[in-house]
Every structure is written in structure tokens, then in C-alpha cells.
């Protein structure tokens, strides 16, 4: 593992609901990263952290890897890659999204 590897591990694995998006939370950069603040505020995540993948060009490509997932935003839940805002959206219309974020 990498040093990029090595550092988005720790971030997902050291805080229980990490989303790598475009922006923050308060300037989303991207509607889907915008999308998946909007979603994950509806379900009251309290205990999230974002990381702004814009400003580190490592974490940007190196996250893609990690999941094996190839856009950004990627939401995980308790070090678990949960998937993207579409994802996200079909899980939180269906419920199933309150409940992971809900599961400690």
C-alpha cells in the first residue's frame, strides 16, 4: 500500500462516516457531491467527515483506486465503502441508508 493508499485508509478506517467528495459540505463543488451532503443531512448524520479531494490531487485519483470505484463522491460507514451519490439515493429512498448510518 502506498503512502496515498495508506492515508485514505486511515481516514476511512479512523472515522466512522467519511465522504471523499468535490468541495465541502458548506461548498459543494459538484452537484452530486451536493447531492450527497443533501442526503446524508436528511438522514442526520451527525458524525460525518468530508474530505475535499480538490485540494489534494493524490487523494482525487488514489481514492479511485481504493474502492475501485471510479467517480467522486464516495460515502463509507463504518470502514466500509457504502458507494456513490446514486447509490446513495436509491438507499436512502428505500430506507436502507438511515439504517447503516444508524448501525454503530
Known sequence: MNEVQQRIDELVKGNR?????????QFPMCGFSGRAIQILK??????????????DDGVRQGIKDYAS??????????GEFVGGSDI????????????VLASH
Not at 446513495?88 to 439504517?99: D, P, V
Request: one cysteine or more.
Open 88 to 99: 446513495m439515493m436509491e438507499m436512502y429512498e428505500s430506507g436502507e441508508l438511515q439504517q
Open 69 to 78: 470505484w471510479p467517480t467522486i463522491p464516495q460515502l463509507y460507514v463504518n
Open 42 to 55: 436528511a438522514c442526520g448524520a451527525s458524525d460525518l467527515k468530508t474530505f475535499n479531494v480538490l485540494e
Open 17 to 25: 462516516v467519511v465522504l471523499f467528495m468535490k468541495g465541502t459540505a
